[in-house]
């Protein structure tokens, strides 16, 4: 009858053991799904969402629409040219502006200005814009990405800090906002 | 030799492997298996090998660092001593190795090796052909050049479209809010531990399940897979008429694993490393990014979707598809293998094959883009300037400066995003031309706020001359009724 009585002692004793290595496993696991989300929970912290200069006003002559570029707010040293964004400015009458992002609102290609027809086009899938930032044709469901942009200081300044994806379209609203 | 078998032994003793071994390679199967068309597994497998292997060597100068990965793939094209060939066996190996898994994937289908027993094996096989394709993808990112980074774009924008966390997961793949330092490194590790880990775990189950259940008999028309006999059966067959894996079968693995490795070691020489393109600067604007062979299907169907299409496509059709590649051994685990009985079979691969070709095909051709520097490197052919009046060559000129040979071509000349034009007049009025330039609409924008009046006429003019020599150019015939004997007023089209 020993050995009944036995058997379950170790049979206890292992699952004991599962439950411990469980328990360290809990405690292991959370900072490393904490780690890997870091992404995510960084959060909207650290400034990674401010307010950059474009230079200054008199690189945008009215009517016109030139190529701008700007370091994004947050970098690390090794992120090399990948930091450096593009985008479109274009000087609507000399008093108000639009900064569109230079990723197609399709799948993110660079658009190109083509001042001759007042066209941007996409090299990717044939997406096409107004000189406004609005659809004109191809596969685009919507109009090009507009960055929130002020003037201060006779320089422009825009938000920037994310890479604009048609699933963000709400982070990023339509329309020119009024100079901060 | 008595020292290599007397060392042989001593490691046997401890290791108590050798009779395992014997055993597996001994193992007998069915005599017709031993065919020519039963290799493509075994080839996959020794490219895989070669992957590893190449891959290791590059990994001793890449650096996975955004900011220096371009610059280190020049130093390994350029100033080490055979860099370039390294990257071109393992390009090329990525692109060899989709191939084959391929083949072999097709070959197992139209075989019925997916039945049972084998069902596990099959659903092995697809998350084998998916981390491959995962490897081929995550290569082309650590070819960190204009493509890499576009193509990261693009697969950030494809994954922003689910609904809800859509945002979340973009931030998740390219390790932060834009493409950048994160993005490469996590990159790397996905594709130089996490999914090789991945693969040589799927590929060591997948082995050791044909080993265990014996590699598929050779189908024939009318032999019927039934679960409660099957097995039997099989034994049965490979008692009756089998042969030995090594060497019986296993000879011709090794020939077709050789002239596979010989041809890409031909390839990777004669065609030598894919890229890398321009430096993954985003302000470099004039790029045309491409994906990789393997991905160009893909990039096609994304031109042809419609707007309203897309993101349920994007986002139903992958999971679909490889739902239904997980389910069909469920779904046809018994009955006829052979595939001169299963004409279904057959005809869902001639349909996916030239789905796929014909995607693979436009892609490589693009005729949805633009082509963005028609308008001013490519010419209007002569044939459409001789003998034509003042205004519509001035028309020829709004037709070069207005970009609309970007999407129109002329004698096969310029973009294919809209229709040739070549006959144009044929198809249209003079005020079908007009409202169609100025008002746009079919998918061409409107040019009516780009256009003065002056060369709208002009335009227009220019176009109604373009219509073969013998054929007069369309005319609306209520016009000249209303307008008495006058013309519409637009320049006379015939030459």
Same mark, same amino acid.
């Given at each position: 009858?020993?050995?009944?009585?036995?058997?379950?002692?170790?049979?206890?004793?292992?699952?004991?053991?599962?439950?411990?290595?469980?328990?360290?496993?809990?405690?292991?696991?959370?900072?490393?799904?904490?780690?890997?989300?870091?992404?995510?929970?960084?959060?909207?912290?650290?400034?990674?969402?401010?307010?950059?200069?474009?230079?200054?006003?008199?690189?945008?002559?009215?009517?016109?629409?030139?190529?701008?570029?700007?370091?994004?707010?947050?970098?690390?040293?090794?992120?090399?040219?990948?930091?450096?964004?593009?985008?479109?400015?274009?000087?609507?009458?000399?008093?108000?502006?639009?900064?569109?992002?230079?990723?197609?609102?399709?799948?993110?290609?660079?658009?190109?200005?083509?001042?001759?027809?007042?066209?941007?086009?996409?090299?990717?899938?044939?997406?096409?814009?107004?000189?406004?930032?609005?659809?004109?044709?191809?596969?685009?469901?919507?109009?090009?990405?507009?960055?929130?942009?002020?003037?201060?200081?006779?320089?422009?300044?825009?938000?920037?800090?994310?890479?604009?994806?048609?699933?963000?379209?709400?982070?990023?609203?339509?329309?020119?906002?009024?100079?901060? | 030799?008595?020292?290599?078998?007397?060392?042989?032994?001593?490691?046997?003793?401890?290791?108590?492997?050798?009779?395992?071994?014997?055993?597996?390679?001994?193992?007998?199967?069915?005599?017709?298996?031993?065919?020519?068309?039963?290799?493509?597994?075994?080839?996959?497998?020794?490219?895989?090998?070669?992957?590893?292997?190449?891959?290791?060597?590059?990994?001793?100068?890449?650096?996975?660092?955004?900011?220096?990965?371009?610059?280190?793939?020049?130093?390994?094209?350029?100033?080490?001593?055979?860099?370039?060939?390294?990257?071109?066996? #393992?390009?090329?190996? &990525?692109?060899?190795?989709?191939?084959?898994?391929?083949?072999?994937?097709?070959?197992?289908?139209?075989?019925?090796?997916?039945?049972?027993?084998?069902?596990?094996?099959?659903?092995?096989?697809?998350?084998?052909?998916?981390?491959?394709?995962?490897?081929?993808?995550? *290569?082309?990112?650590?070819?960190?050049?204009?493509?890499?980074?576009?193509?990261?774009?693009?697969?950030?924008?494809?994954?922003?479209?689910?609904?809800?966390?859509?945002?979340?997961?973009?931030?998740?793949?390219?390790?932060?809010?834009?493409?950048?330092?994160?993005?490469?490194?996590?990159?790397?590790?996905?594709?130089?531990?996490?999914?090789? *880990?991945?693969?040589?775990?799927?590929?060591?189950?997948?082995?050791?399940?044909?080993?265990?259940?014996?590699?598929?008999?050779?189908?024939?028309?009318?032999?019927?897979?039934?679960?409660?006999?099957?097995?039997?059966?099989?034994?049965?067959?490979?008692?009756?008429?089998?042969?030995?894996?090594?060497?019986?079968?296993?000879?011709?693995?090794?020939?077709?694993?050789?002239?596979?490795?010989?041809?890409?070691?031909?390839?990777?020489? #004669?065609?030598?490393?894919?890229?890398?393109?321009?430096?993954?600067?985003?302000?470099?604007?004039?790029?045309?990014?491409?994906?990789?062979?393997?991905?160009?299907?893909?990039?096609?169907?994304?031109?042809?979707?419609?707007?309203?299409?897309?993101?349920?496509?994007?986002?139903?059709?992958?999971?679909?598809?490889?739902?239904?590649?997980?389910?069909?051994?469920?779904?046809?685990?018994?009955?006829?293998?052979?595939?001169?009985?299963?004409?279904?079979?057959?005809?869902?691969?001639?349909?996916?094959?030239?789905?796929?070709?014909?995607?693979?095909?436009?892609?490589?051709?693009?005729?949805?883009?633009?082509?963005?520097?028609?308008?001013?490197?490519?010419?209007?052919?002569?044939?459409?300037?001789?003998?034509?009046?003042?205004?519509?060559?001035?028309?020829?000129?709004?037709?070069?400066?207005?970009?609309?040979?970007?999407?129109?071509?002329?004698?096969?000349?310029?973009?294919?995003?809209?229709?040739?034009?070549?006959?144009?007049?044929?198809?249209?009025?003079?005020?079908?031309?007009?409202?169609?330039?100025?008002?746009?609409?079919?998918?061409?924008?409107?040019?009516?706020?780009?256009?003065?009046?002056?060369?709208?006429?002009?335009?227009?003019?220019?176009?109604?001359?373009?219509?073969?020599?013998?054929?007069?150019?369309?005319?609306?015939?209520?016009?000249?009724?209303?307008?008495?004997?006058?013309? *519409?007023?637009?320049?006379?089209? &015939?030459?």
């Amino acid at each position: 009858m020993t050995l009944p009585t036995d058997l379950s002692r170790r049979a206890l004793l292992m699952k004991l053991g599962i439950f411990f290595n469980s328990i360290v496993a809990v405690i292991l696991a959370v900072p490393v799904v904490r780690y890997l989300l870091s992404p995510i929970t960084r959060g909207r912290k650290d400034g990674y969402d401010s307010w950059v200069t474009l230079g200054n006003l008199d690189q945008f002559p009215s009517g016109e629409t030139r190529l701008a570029t700007y370091r994004n707010p947050v970098v690390n040293s090794w992120d090399g040219a990948t930091a450096d964004i593009a985008c479109w400015v274009r000087n609507v009458d000399g008093k108000s502006y639009q900064v569109f992002a230079i990723n197609c609102a399709h799948l993110g290609c660079p658009v190109r200005w083509f001042p001759q027809s007042s066209l941007f086009m996409c090299p990717c899938h044939g997406g096409a814009y107004y000189q406004d930032g609005s659809r004109a044709s191809g596969p685009p469901e919507r109009g090009l990405f507009e960055y929130h942009y002020k003037i201060d200081g006779g320089k422009l300044f825009i938000r920037a800090g994310d890479m604009p994806t048609p699933g963000q379209a709400s982070n990023i609203v339509r329309g020119i906002q009024p100079c901060a | 030799m008595r020292l290599i078998s007397s060392i042989g032994g001593w490691l046997d003793e401890r290791l108590q492997i050798a009779s395992t071994i014997r055993e597996t390679a001994e193992h007998e199967v069915p005599r017709k298996t031993a065919s020519w068309f039963y290799v493509f597994g075994s080839a996959a497998f020794a490219v895989f090998m070669l992957q590893i292997v190449t891959g290791i060597l590059l990994a001793l100068i890449y650096v996975p660092s955004a900011g220096q990965a371009w610059s280190s793939l020049q130093t390994l094209n350029h100033d080490v001593a055979l860099g370039w060939y390294i990257r071109a066996l #393992h390009g090329w190996g &990525s692109d060899f190795m989709v191939a084959l898994v391929l083949i072999h994937m097709v070959q197992v289908f139209l075989f019925g090796a997916y039945k049972f027993p084998r069902e596990l094996t099959w659903i092995v096989g697809v998350f084998l052909l998916l981390v491959t394709l995962g490897m081929a993808f995550s *290569g082309q990112v650590l070819r960190f050049d204009q493509d890499a980074y576009w193509g990261l774009g693009i697969g950030a924008s494809i994954a922003s479209r689910v609904p809800l966390i859509g945002p979340l997961i973009v931030n998740l793949l390219l390790g932060g809010p834009i493409i950048a330092g994160a993005t490469l490194s996590r990159f790397f590790a996905l594709h130089v531990f996490v999914i090789p *880990g991945l693969l040589i775990a799927f590929v060591s189950v997948h082995l050791l399940m044909v080993v265990k259940l014996g590699i598929n008999e050779w189908p024939m028309p009318g032999r019927l897979v039934r679960k409660a006999t099957y097995i039997k059966e099989y034994h049965e067959l490979t008692k009756k008429d089998g042969v030995p894996f090594v060497p019986g079968a296993i000879w011709k693995d090794m020939f077709f694993s050789a002239l596979i490795l010989f041809s890409l070691a031909l390839c990777a020489y #004669h065609y030598g490393p894919f890229g890398p393109s321009g430096p993954p600067d985003p302000t470099i604007i004039q790029t045309v990014p491409r994906p990789d062979f393997f991905f160009l299907w893909l990039y096609a169907i994304l031109s042809y979707l419609p707007a309203s299409m897309e993101t349920p496509a994007l986002l139903i059709g992958p999971v679909v598809g490889i739902l239904a590649l997980l389910l069909l051994p469920f779904l046809a685990g018994e009955g006829e293998k052979s595939w001169r009985r299963r004409p279904a079979a057959v005809l869902t691969v001639l349909l996916a094959a030239v789905a796929l070709a014909t995607f693979t095909h436009l892609a490589q051709h693009t005729p949805w883009s633009p082509v963005m520097d028609a308008w001013s490197g490519i010419p209007i052919p002569n044939q459409f300037l001789k003998n034509r009046t003042a205004l519509e060559r001035q028309g020829a000129l709004v037709f070069q400066v207005k970009q609309c040979h970007n999407c129109h071509s002329l004698a096969n000349e310029g973009g294919k995003r809209g229709p040739a034009l070549d006959s144009v007049a044929l198809r249209l009025t003079q005020d079908q031309l007009i409202r169609q330039v100025i008002q746009g609409g079919g998918n061409m924008p409107a040019y009516g706020k780009n256009l003065s009046p002056a060369e709208t006429t002009a335009l227009v003019a220019f176009l109604e001359s373009l219509h073969p020599a013998g054929q007069p150019p369309a005319r609306d015939a209520s016009r000249t009724m209303a307008l008495g004997a006058k013309t *519409g007023g637009a320049a006379p089209s &015939s030459p």
